[in-house]
């Protein structure tokens, strides 16, 4: 068989090309894996919220933990 061997310029290039930011038309729709489980939306957008409403106040910790 012939392997066709990209190399690492044409390759940069074409993860700027409209094609690479859009998924397939047949991809089906999983949640949590092929699009954001209902669940996991929640979080962040509830961490999002959270977050704005800490202000900054003294000293924050320096990551978050959901835990």
């Known amino acids: ?17 409209p094609v690479a930011k859009t998924p397939p038309s047949d991809l089906p729709d999983i949640p949590g894996v092929t699009s954001p489980n209902v669940e996991e939306l929640k979080v962040e957008n509830n961490h999002v919220q959270n977050y704005d409403e800490k202000g900054s106040v003294g000293e924050e910790e320096q990551f978050d933990m959901d835990i």
């Open 1 to 17: 068989g012939t392997r066709i061997i990209y190399d690492r310029k044409f390759l940069m290039e074409c993860r700027n090309s």
